[in-house]
Each structure stands twice: as C-alpha cells, then as structure tokens.
C-alpha cells in the first residue's frame, strides 16, 4: 500500500483531520550554538519538545537535555548513535554502525531492536510514527549534520501526551533556519581508516521578513571498519526558507533528500574464557571483535529471489540504505492576543534496504564441512583471490581454524512511507495574580510498512579487514554440496525460516488537551490523549503456519539448466496471504507540578501513563490470527508504561545541577528477528538520574549518570526469568565531558562508560562495564578557519553491546558486538 499512489488524497485527508505534538522548531529561540557539549538547560532556556508550548526550564516539571551545535562538531560522534550517549537517562548500543542502534531510556526494556518506546523526531514530527520496524528503524532515516541546530531530549513526563507511541520520550532533532547569517564548509577526513567527507551549511535573510537555510552532507570510504570496498556512500541535503509576518506569525517550507550507505554492523565471534560470571572476551586469532566485521570485499553480492520470486543479484555492498524524498510545511499564526494556531505538516517518501551477514553459528572448519557434506567432507575457496582452490589444512584456515555459517539478512524496504500532520490551539488567560494556559489539537499519521525479506545463506572464512572469502563444500567423493559457498538460497541455518512479504497501513488519530496553571510559585498542569487506530494489509510467508506454504521449492537461480544442490532448496515468497485487520484505542495522561524554591532552585514530580501501539513485530506471532487478520488477544495491540518521577533542579552562575528519581512499570510484547523468539513480559524499574555542569572562566565540565535496578516481574513465555535483570540492562551508566578554551585552541575530553550488564534475561553470561574515552582539540589559526583532530576511543578497549549466547559455549565463541575500536579524524572547516 504506498502513500505515493494516494498522495494528494493523503494530504487533503490529513491535514483536515489536524494533529498535535511537540513544538517546532519555529517557536523556539533562534539559532544558536553551545560550547557545552550536553546542557541540562539554562534557567532562560525554552523546552519546546513534547510540552503543550514553549517553557521554561526552571518553571516545568519535566527532565530535558540539550546538544548545541558547536558541541556537535566537538564531539565529533560517528553515528548518531554516538551522540545520543551523551544525553543523560538514554541508554544506546551504538555499536551497530550508523542506523541499527537500540536505544531506551531509564530502565525501559531493549527486548529487541530499535526504539520501541522512545521517538526520534525531526523538528518535532516523528521520522516513523514506529521506532522499532523490523530491519527500518527510524535512526537509520536519521543523519546529524551541520542542519541541526539542537538535539533536545525529554525523558518521561509529558512525551505521553504530547506525541503518539513515545510514553518514554522524545529526543528532537531540531533544524537551524537562517535567523543568524552565515555559514561553514568543512572538509574531514579519517586518518586511521578511510572515509572521506565534506559538510556545508549556509543561512541568512532574503529580506526583513524572509529567512533560509541550506545544509548537507557527502561522504565515501570503507568507513570505521576496513571491508574492502567503499560501505559508506552518499549523503544527505535539507533545506528550509520561513516568511515571517508583521503581528507575529510565519510559515516555513522545508525539505529533505537522504540517499546513503552504511554498514550495519552484526554480532561477530569473540573468543571468551573463564567463567559466566566474571569472563574475559578476547580477539580470536586474525578477527579483532572491536576493529573487524564479516564484511569482505570478496563477498559483494548474493543471488536470490525477489519479492514477486523473479531471480535477482542483491548487493551487499548497500548495507543501511536509506533513501528520503521528505517535504512539508510549519506555520504559527495569530488568533488572537496571546493565542496562535500551529499546523505542521511533512509527506515523507521512504524506501531502501537492509543488507548484512549475521553468523548464525561459527565453528571449526571440519566441523562445518562434516556438518554439510558429512564424514571427510572437502572444502574449497568460492570466491576471492584462491577461489578454486582446495583447503587442504582446515585447521589452519586464516590462522583461526574457523568458518561462520551466515544467514545474510537481506531485506528490501520498498515503502515505509509516512504522512504527518499536526494542528494544535493554544493559549493563556488571565487568572487572578497567575494565569492558566490551554492547549487543544489533534493528531493523525499514516505508515506504510511494506517490505520483503530476501534472506539467503553462505558460509564463509573468519577474517577481518575485508579477506573474509566464501568456501564451498564437497563430500568426500567430492560431489557439490554447496554453490559458491551457499548451502540453500534461503535461510538454511534458520531452518529455511523467514521468507517474507509486508504489505501494511497503519493509522493513527490522536485528540488531545492540555491545561497549566501558573500561580505564584507553582505550576501545574496536566494533559490528555486519546490514540486510536487501524491496522490494515496483508503478509506473506510459509512461517504463518499449514497452509500458507510451501516456503521451499527447486529452482534454477544461476539459469545454467543444472539443478545443483543448493538450488533444491530455494525459498519462495507463497502467493497465498494473510490478512491484517484489526482496531485500537487507549488513554494517555500525564500530570505534574512544578514549585520554584527561589531564582534558581525548584522541584518537581510527575505521573504519566503511555501507550505504545505494535505494529509489524506483532506479525507472526501467537496475537495475530492468520486467517482472520484480527486479534486473538485485544490487550496486545498497546503496550503502556507507567511513571512516576521527582526531582530537583538547580542553576545559577555558571553551576547547574538535576537529580530526578524515576519508577516505570513496562508492559512488552515484541520479536526478535535474530532468535525468532517472541516476548510477552512485564518489567518494573526505578532509579535515579543525575546530571551536573560548571563553567569557571576558560574551563567547563558536564556530567550525567544514570543508576537503574531492573527487573522481569512477568513472562508469559518463559517464567524462568522472572526477577531477573533484564539483559543489556546496565546498573549505572555515566557521561563526563571536560572542557577547556584558550583562546584559539579548544580540548577536551568526552568520556562514557558502563557498569557490567548480563548478555540475555537469563542472567548467566556477563558483558563486562567498560570506559571508553574520545579525545577531541581544535585550533584556531586564522578568522573562521578551524583545524580539528578528534579520537574516538583512544584507548581501543573492548566494550561488548551485545551479546546472542546466555552462557559461554563449549568452544568458546560467542557471537557479539562491539563499540568500535580507535578512530581518528582530522577536519578543516571554513566560516563565512
């Protein structure tokens, strides 16, 4: 169902029906950059994302963040992921390359991917109305350049009403748009790995009343990890031109084009010794779990069937491809005094492709060869430099003896389309000494969901630095078991699972209000939101049950008129399919209040509950008839969360300092692609989050930690973790940023860590805490020319995200993820 076909109805539809969210970019302060690289708010700052309008800081009973701009090109971070680690209370693994990170926040359970309960928004519109679409989560959409003028989070609090599916919070990648002349160009460069890139940005007036700004970004290299052909290509320009008027009011155009490649980086073996309890993850011999990936310049493409069972070459080489034709419009306009009308609107055209190796076993070269071609099985090269050749010491293969049996993810993102509106009222009367404020609007959204899963399977070498080579297999009488290394065009180490089609619509409609009331030394309010929806479509695969088969079927891939091996088994997309057809609704509420101690001192507490709506995850499952397309269990179309927080905030002079402490109840149902396992779990945590800066004349440091008692207190599926800590789920996190200006020289540290974490719920295996530090100086030599050398993870440690074993294996290797060891980058950059 793509939104392309219908635009023009979409639109009309849509923008009739209205919205409201999170203020935009429009209404809040003008262009501005930061020198401190995470900013808890200053007592004149404005909180514009997920409140009913703009607030300050000090008088709302909320926890917000910020990210400047200059802060951003300090930090330097290589993905987007890595930037958000510095917001306080944000929990991301950001170890999966730039898209593919999991992120959450205070405690609220990562039971699979992306970021179920957290939205990530562009100027205060969801880029996917869901964070955690299967293989299309929303941060692969995203890319923080030179546009950004701010990256605003609000943690709990009012996000459950404010914006649909995000009853964790928001995090507001907000737009510069030209209200201070000028701009820069910069060119940078990696000086340890290849990657190269250029940024530019440029804003100004046209005349009194117009503004613009324009922006973007290209780059090419293999990227943080050397694969052996360019796995970052392509970039991104936004654009946005605003017309203000006499009285207050304006209305601003703004456009997007994405079109990039990059690598997602999977879990890769790691060699662990000593006990669950306390191991030590090493490199296996050849493999460098922190610098390598299974990546090859070897193994560019796969053969497989298309979505309509055509055969087709897929490049692997596309990674993370995310393809954005996106534009829309904002408008403020007065109504009357002291109250406006804001419409937001934005069409996005989204499309691309997820395209990665996941080892879904590694083992001895042997071993795999007997475990395919059985006793004295052959191996031989398929591809690379040796291809042909017979291995004749699988012992020694690349020095590790190993071979990984892949199933290579392959999927085709044809539409995740999405149309958003919002229209919102609001205003303030007089009310005795304080005054009461109101905010009324309505919000409505389409998403398309319309994918196909091409996954295949090889079996290749284990190295790193792009040598990984495809091997094939022969029995001992030297017959073909595998075709250029691959077993079976599906997934064969899947037990030939997960051939599929997506072809969803998933609408959203939303009313909400919101009253505030500013009296005296208190402020409180307290907001309202009703979702309701429809999910409709169809979906595809032999996995729905009997019937929807068959999966598997013989098939010419290679068209040489032999059936080999492998094309005996071929799977195929059914031509039969499952309906999805089902509605939703729930209540979202939120209230707080805000008392100001003095100038600089106020605390505040709050109580929300949220909902969630799934989408796709639900599919395949156990709450979906596959015949119906309804619901076999009502209450697993929403899951909510629960919250409860207070805390107390504190600025003056250069010093600031925010403690709030937070509980969370998390209802979850979810599914996790890598396990094919399905989750129906409650979680209940609380804890405490802190975050500090002091500025003293050329020095200033910024600090945050976040500590976090987790725990399963229900699980439908499997019971045996309950009480658990939940997996991945660290006690304490923390950020520290000093800083120090000298004039034409800017230094500085940026430094995350962890406190160790259980690999699954089973709470066996353990990923241990780590530091990591980046380093990061920048000169000044002349007027508007900056000269900036920036090191992520200067002391190339270890830090495992992730891992897919509970418990260390009889032969040591488990398959994990990484942070990406040291990098370092030089930039040159131009002001005008």
Same mark, same amino acid.
């Given at each position: 169902?793509?939104?392309?076909?219908?635009?023009?109805?979409?639109?009309?539809?849509?923008?009739?029906?209205?919205?409201?969210?999170?203020?935009?970019?429009?209404?809040?302060?003008?262009?501005?950059?930061?020198?401190?690289?995470?900013?808890?708010?200053?007592?004149?700052?404005?909180?514009?994302?997920?409140?009913?309008?703009?607030?300050?800081?000090?008088?709302?009973?909320?926890?917000?963040?910020?990210?400047?701009?200059?802060?951003?090109?300090?930090?330097?971070?290589?993905?987007?992921?890595?930037?958000?680690?510095?917001?306080?209370?944000?929990?991301?693994?950001?170890?999966?390359?730039?898209?593919?990170?999991?992120?959450?926040?205070?405690?609220?359970?990562?039971?699979?991917?992306?970021?179920?309960?957290?939205?990530?928004?562009?100027?205060?519109?969801?880029?996917?109305?869901?964070?955690?679409?299967?293989?299309?989560?929303?941060?692969?959409?995203?890319?923080?350049?030179?546009?950004?003028?701010?990256?605003?989070?609000?943690?709990?609090?009012?996000?459950?009403?404010?914006?649909?599916?995000?009853?964790?919070?928001?995090?507001?990648?907000?737009?510069?748009?030209?209200?201070?002349?000028?701009?820069?160009?910069?060119?940078?460069?990696?000086?340890?790995?290849?990657?190269?890139?250029?940024?530019?940005?440029?804003?100004?007036?046209?005349?009194?009343?117009?503004?613009?700004?324009?922006?973007?970004?290209?780059?090419?290299?293999?990227?943080?990890?050397?694969?052996?052909?360019?796995?970052?290509?392509?970039?991104?320009?936004?654009?946005?031109?605003?017309?203000?008027?006499?009285?207050?009011?304006?209305?601003?155009?703004?456009?997007?084009?994405?079109?990039?490649?990059?690598?997602?980086?999977?879990?890769?073996?790691?060699?662990?010794?000593?006990?669950?309890?306390?191991?030590?993850?090493?490199?296996?011999?050849?493999?460098?779990?922190?610098?390598?990936?299974?990546?090859?310049?070897?193994?560019?493409?796969?053969?497989?069937?298309?979505?309509?069972?055509?055969?087709?070459?897929?490049?692997?080489?596309?990674?993370?491809?995310?393809?954005?034709?996106?534009?829309?419009?904002?408008?403020?306009?007065?109504?009357?005094?002291?109250?406006?009308?804001?419409?937001?609107?934005?069409?996005?055209?989204?499309?691309?492709?997820?395209?990665?190796?996941?080892?879904?076993?590694?083992?001895?070269? @042997?071993? +795999? !060869?007997?475990?395919?071609?059985? *006793?004295?099985?052959?191996?031989?090269? &398929?591809? /690379?430099?040796?291809?042909? #050749?017979?291995?004749?010491?699988?012992?020694?293969?690349?020095?590790?003896?190993?071979?990984?049996?892949?199933?290579?993810?392959?999927?085709?993102?044809?539409?995740?389309?999405?149309?958003?509106?919002?229209?919102?009222?609001?205003?303030?009367?007089?009310?005795?000494?304080?005054?009461?404020?109101?905010?009324?609007?309505?919000?409505?959204?389409?998403?398309?969901?319309?994918?196909?899963?091409?996954?295949?399977?090889?079996? @290749?070498? +284990? !190295?790193?630095?792009?040598?990984? *080579?495809?091997?094939?297999?022969?029995? &001992?009488? /030297?017959?073909?078991?595998? #075709?250029?290394?691959?077993?079976?065009?599906?997934?064969?180490?899947?037990?030939?699972?997960?051939?599929?089609?997506?072809?969803?619509?998933?609408?959203?409609?939303?009313?909400?209000?919101?009253?505030?009331?500013?009296?005296?030394?208190?402020?409180?309010?307290?907001?309202?939101?009703?979702?309701?929806?429809?999910?409709?479509?169809?979906?595809?695969?032999?996995?729905?049950?009997?019937?929807?088969?068959?999966?598997?079927?013989?098939?010419?891939?290679?068209?040489?008129?032999?059936?080999?091996?492998?094309?005996?088994?071929?799977?195929?997309?059914?031509?039969?399919?499952?309906?999805?057809?089902?509605?939703?609704?729930?209540?979202?509420?939120?209230?707080?209040?805000?008392?100001?101690?003095?100038?600089?001192?106020?605390?505040?507490?709050?109580?929300?509950?949220?909902?969630?709506?799934?989408?796709?995850?639900?599919?395949?499952?156990?709450?979906?008839?596959?015949?119906?397309?309804?619901?076999?269990?009502?209450?697993?179309?929403?899951?909510?969360?629960?919250?409860?927080?207070?805390?107390?905030?504190?600025?003056?002079?250069?010093?600031?300092?925010?403690?709030?402490?937070?509980?969370?109840?998390?209802?979850?149902?979810?599914?996790?692609?890598?396990?094919?396992?399905?989750?129906?779990?409650?979680?209940?945590?609380?804890?405490?989050?802190?975050?500090?800066?002091?500025?003293?004349?050329?020095?200033?440091?910024?600090?945050?930690?976040?500590?976090?008692?987790?725990?399963?207190?229900?699980?439908?599926?499997?019971?045996?973790?309950?009480?658990?800590?939940?997996?991945?789920?660290?006690?304490?996190?923390?950020?520290?940023?000093?800083?120090?200006?000298?004039?034409?020289?800017?230094?500085?540290?940026?430094?995350?860590?962890?406190?160790?974490?259980?690999?699954?719920?089973?709470?066996?295996?353990?990923?241990?805490?780590?530091?990591?530090?980046?380093?990061?100086?920048?000169?000044?030599?002349?007027?508007?020319?900056?000269?900036?050398?920036?090191?992520?993870?200067?002391?190339?440690?270890?830090?495992?995200?992730?891992?897919?074993?509970?418990?260390?294996?009889?032969?040591?290797?488990?398959?994990?993820?990484?942070?990406?060891?040291?990098?370092?980058?030089?930039?040159?950059?131009?002001?005008?």
């Amino acid at each position: 169902m793509k939104l392309r076909h219908n635009l023009l109805a979409g639109i009309a539809a849509v923008a009739l029906a209205g919205t409201a969210s999170a203020q935009s970019a429009a209404e809040s302060p003008q262009d501005a950059a930061t020198s401190s690289p995470v900013e808890a708010g200053a007592d004149e700052d404005i909180v514009v994302t997920a409140v009913a309008q703009g607030t300050n800081r000090l008088e709302s009973s909320i926890t917000t963040s910020s990210i400047g701009s200059e802060a951003l090109i300090q930090l330097a971070p290589r993905t987007s992921g890595e930037l958000l680690r510095n917001l306080p209370g944000i929990r991301v693994e950001a170890s999966g390359g730039d898209g593919n990170a999991n992120i959450s926040v205070r405690g609220l359970p990562v039971a699979s991917g992306g970021s179920k309960f957290l939205q990530l928004q562009e100027d205060g519109l969801p880029i996917l109305e869901f964070g955690d679409i299967t293989f299309g989560n929303a941060d692969i959409f995203l890319r923080a350049d030179f546009n950004v003028r701010t990256v605003e989070s609000v943690r709990g609090g009012s996000a459950s009403t404010f914006a649909s599916n995000s009853p964790g919070g928001v995090i507001n990648f907000l737009s510069k748009t030209g209200e201070q002349e000028g701009g820069s160009f910069q060119l940078s460069s990696g000086l340890d790995y290849r990657e190269y890139r250029a940024d530019f940005d440029y804003g100004g007036k046209l005349s009194d009343s117009v503004t613009y700004h324009l922006g973007g970004f290209y780059r090419i290299g293999d990227g943080q990890r050397d694969v052996g052909y360019d796995g970052v290509r392509g970039g991104q320009i936004k654009a946005n031109i605003t017309k203000s008027f006499d009285g207050g009011g304006f209305i601003r155009f703004h456009g997007k084009y994405l079109d990039d490649r990059a690598i997602g980086y999977l879990p890769n073996p790691v060699l662990v010794t000593g006990s669950n309890d306390d191991p030590e993850y090493r490199n296996i011999a050849n493999f460098s779990i922190q610098n390598g990936t299974l990546h090859s310049g070897n193994i560019r493409t796969a053969r497989t069937l298309d979505g309509d069972n055509r055969p087709v070459t897929r490049s692997i080489t596309n990674g993370q491809h995310p393809v954005v034709y996106a534009g829309g419009l904002e408008a403020q306009i007065p109504i009357a005094e002291s109250w406006n009308l804001v419409e937001r609107f934005r069409y996005a055209d989204i499309s691309g492709g997820f395209t990665s190796p996941f080892p879904a076993s590694v083992g001895s070269a @042997q071993g +795999v !060869a007997n475990d395919l071609g059985g *006793a004295g099985a052959q191996l031989f090269f &398929a591809g /690379g430099p040796q291809s042909g #050749q017979r291995i004749a010491n699988p012992a020694g293969l690349n020095g590790n003896g190993l071979l990984a049996n892949v199933v290579l993810f392959d999927v085709d993102l044809k539409s995740l389309n999405n149309i958003t509106n919002d229209i919102r009222v609001n205003g303030s009367v007089p009310l005795g000494t304080g005054s009461l404020s109101i905010t009324g609007g309505f919000y409505a959204s389409r998403q398309d969901i319309e994918t196909d899963w091409l996954w295949t399977s090889f079996v @290749q070498t +284990v !190295a790193d630095n792009g040598r990984a *080579a495809l091997v094939d297999v022969r029995t &001992a009488a /030297g017959v073909p078991v595998t #075709q250029m290394g691959v077993p079976g065009y599906s997934a064969s180490f899947f037990g030939n699972c997960c051939r599929r089609s997506y072809d969803l619509d998933y609408t959203t409609y939303a009313p909400f209000a919101q009253l505030g009331l500013s009296l005296g030394r208190f402020n409180i309010d307290g907001s309202l939101r009703y979702d309701f929806g429809r999910a409709r479509g169809s979906v595809a695969g032999a996995d729905l049950g009997a019937g929807f088969g068959p999966g598997i079927t013989t098939f010419d891939i290679n068209g040489d008129g032999v059936i080999s091996a492998a094309e005996r088994q071929v799977a195929v997309i059914p031509a039969r399919r499952s309906p999805l057809n089902y509605n939703y609704d729930y209540l979202s509420y939120s209230g707080g209040v805000n008392f100001r101690l003095t100038d600089a001192t106020a605390l505040f507490a709050r109580y929300s509950r949220g909902g969630r709506a799934n989408a796709d995850r639900l599919l395949f499952g156990p709450s979906i008839n596959p015949v119906t397309g309804g619901l076999t269990d009502e209450g697993a179309a929403v899951d909510f969360v629960r919250q409860l927080e207070g805390g107390f905030k504190f600025r003056q002079s250069g010093v600031s300092l925010y403690a709030t402490g937070f509980w969370a109840r998390t209802e979850e149902q979810n599914f996790e692609a890598t396990t094919q396992r399905f989750f129906n779990r409650d979680y209940e945590a609380k804890g405490v989050e802190l975050e500090a800066r002091i500025a003293r004349g050329p020095f200033s440091l910024s600090a945050g930690g976040t500590y976090t008692d987790a725990e399963i207190t229900r699980d439908v599926l499997n019971p045996a973790v309950e009480g658990n800590r939940p997996r991945r789920q660290a006690k304490f996190i923390y950020q520290v940023t000093p800083q120090v200006d000298f004039g034409p020289v800017t230094f500085g540290a940026n430094v995350i860590g962890t406190t160790d974490s259980f690999a699954q719920d089973s709470n066996q295996l353990k990923m241990p805490g780590y530091t990591q530090v980046n380093g990061f100086i920048a000169l000044r030599p002349a007027e508007n020319v900056t000269v900036s050398v920036n090191a992520n993870n200067v002391f190339d440690i270890k830090g495992i995200t992730e891992a897919e074993e509970g418990a260390i294996p009889t032969n040591g290797i488990v398959r994990a993820r990484s942070i990406t060891g040291r990098t370092i980058s030089a930039a040159v950059r131009f002001g005008f």
